[in-house]
């Protein structure tokens, strides 16, 4: 009976902590909380793009190059050995990795949609199933295939794999294409051309 009793105290000011102290007290009860990851803090741990205005005269599509690290996840503008963009990227994550070597960029469409990643939409438009692959997946009755906005995009496979604009979490992430920033894809849209050598490193 003592022990019952002396239960019910411990309970009881258990209690009134919790009621007193809201999410301080839980956290002193069962310990400390992880505070959750944002986007914002995801992307927050790459470095921002840094464009070298002084050669935006110099560089042009017949004498740019492209070399991305996919170890360091950038991706750098040159011409010659000077650095016009150096910028975040995400690249291929696991089962979907980037290949290495060297490319040359194959074609450049400004509002290029996805062949194979997309959405099943219906006839007004609205999607019905989101994040599909026209690989495995088999579009509903009534419905239509919308590839995937790839804006600004550069192919450098014949697979598919390119460069452009993209979410970047701040860690590779993408089906095998090099994502690019919002106001970064453009300035190296305009910069490279048809035949402009990509060097992709692991």
Not at 53 to 58: D, I, K, N, Q
């Amino acid at each position: 009976m003592r022990f019952a009793g002396i239960f019910k105290t411990l309970l009881a000011t258990a209690a009134v902590a919790f009621v007193a102290g809201g999410s301080h007290a839980s956290a002193d009860l069962f310990g400390p909380s992880k505070p959750k990851t944002s986007v914002n803090t995801l992307i927050g741990r790459q470095q921002p793009a840094i464009v070298n205005g002084s050669l935006a005269g110099v560089i042009n599509p017949s004498n740019a190059r492209v070399i991305v690290s996919l170890s360091k996840q950038r991706a750098y503008v040159k011409v010659g050995s000077d650095v016009y963009i150096d910028t975040p990227i995400s690249s291929g994550k696991r089962g979907h990795t980037t290949p290495t070597g060297s490319f040359s960029i194959l074609e450049k469409d400004a509002d290029h949609r996805s062949s194979i990643y997309g959405d099943f939409v219906d006839g007004k438009g609205r999607t019905v199933r989101s994040g599909v692959s026209t690989k495995i997946d088999s579009a509903p009755s009534g419905t239509r295939y919308r590839g995937a906005s790839m804006k600004w995009f550069c192919r450098l496979t014949n697979g598919g794999v390119g460069m452009h604009t993209g979410i970047l979490p701040g860690y590779p992430a993408s089906h095998g294409c090099i994502r690019l920033p919002a106001d970064i894809a453009p300035l190296i849209y305009e910069k490279v051309k048809v035949g402009t050598p990509v060097t992709v490193e692991s």
